[in-house]
Each structure stands twice: as C-alpha cells, then as structure tokens.
C-alpha cells in the first residue's frame, strides 16, 4: 500500500523560503515519476514540478522554474521542493504525488491523471 506524506508547509513573507519533504512508502515498482501540484482556493489542481525517480531528472512548470528546484534522497524514499522567492500567488495546498507507469516525455508528467497516489497535502501562505 502506497503512502505519500507531506510536510514543510507555513507561513512565510514574500520573498521568503520554504522546503516541503514527501515521505513515501509502499512504492515498489522499479520506474516512477513523484510529483508536486497545488491547489490555490477556487481553482483547479496546477503542476509544479516533477522528478524521475531513477534518474532524478527534474521537470518544472513555467511558473516555478529557477524559484523551485525538486530533488529526491533514495535514502530515506523522500523527495524535497525547494521554494524560494516565494510570492503570494505561490500560496496554495502542495500535494505530492506519484506515478507509477511515467510517460517518457517529460512534459507529460505535468498530467494530473497521470498520477494514481497522492497525499493529504500541506498548506504554503505567502503573506504581501
């Protein structure tokens, strides 16, 4: 049984920093992409970034790219979301997620219904 779960979210100002951690288990397949999304209040789940598990390599949404960076430690089967220069519009629930069966183009990990587990989420405010 597969268990994602988040932490690392608070409040933080404009211009601030946050880490998120995702700690899951019960991941037994060989090949899997884990992703970030988030969801601002009235509005649908949106992409942030994702990582290949085997290869770490990472894939950001435009929006994030050079303020987040993902990362996983194979160590202890958690994959981190760096976020710096945090702006208001950042604020929203994260949730990690994860995705067994990963498309081989990467943009395609963006796809929300791509992903068959998902956490509880944790809440990131960024205050003005």
């Known amino acids: 049984q597969v268990q994602l779960v988040e932490s690392g979210g608070g409040l933080v100002q404009a211009g601030g920093s946050l880490r998120l951690s995702c700690a899951a288990s019960?991941?037994?397949?060989?090949?899997?992409?884990m992703g970030w999304f988030r969801q601002a209040p009235g509005k649908g789940r949106e992409f942030v970034a994702a990582?290949?598990?085997?290869?770490?390599?990472?894939y950001y949404a435009d929006s994030v790219n050079g303020r987040f960076t993902i990362s996983r430690d194979a160590a202890i089967n958690t994959v981190h979301l760096q976020m710096n220069s945090l702006k208001p519009e950042d604020t929203a629930v994260y949730y990690c997620?994860?995705?067994?069966?990963?498309?081989?183009?990467?943009?395609?990990?963006?796809?929300?219904?791509?992903?068959?587990?998902w956490g509880q989420g944790t809440q990131v405010t960024v205050s003005s």
């Open positions: 997620a994860a995705d067994p069966r990963p498309a081989i183009v990467r943009s395609r990990w963006s796809r929300a219904n791509n992903y068959d587990y």
């Open positions: 019960g991941l037994s397949f060989s090949t899997y992409v």
């Open positions: 990582i290949s598990w085997s290869s770490g390599s990472p």
